[in-house]
């Protein structure tokens, strides 16, 4: 579980980053979770958009992945999801402590 500072600097980061996978009509599948779980492997934290012709809304997906991910919901705005799950093997980013 992170801590409300160690969420900040997580949205800092994530403030200049492109969207890496999209949901659409599609909705969630096997196939999105797997892309999902290796980008969080490799990079940690990522943007996901949600496009207008989603039948879900974006929070809802966001839940929705990040239980079958295990991963933190960083942020849920407007169309755009940012989540972050510590890596095993590529250990990029460094949280602040407390």
Do not use: F, W
């Amino acid at each position: 579980m992170i801590n409300s500072k160690q969420r900040g600097y997580l949205r800092a980061l994530a403030n200049t980053m492109d969207a890496i996978l999209q949901v659409g009509k599609g909705r969630i599948n096997d196939n999105l979770i797997k892309h999902v779980n290796e980008a969080l492997e490799a990079r940690e934290l990522i943007k996901i958009t949600v496009l207008n012709n989603s039948a879900e809304s974006p929070s809802d997906i966001c839940g929705q992945i990040a239980v079958a991910t295990n991963a933190e919901t960083i942020q849920v705005i407007g169309k755009k999801i940012v989540l972050y799950r510590e890596s095993v093997e590529n250990k990029t980013i460094e949280l602040p402590r407390d």
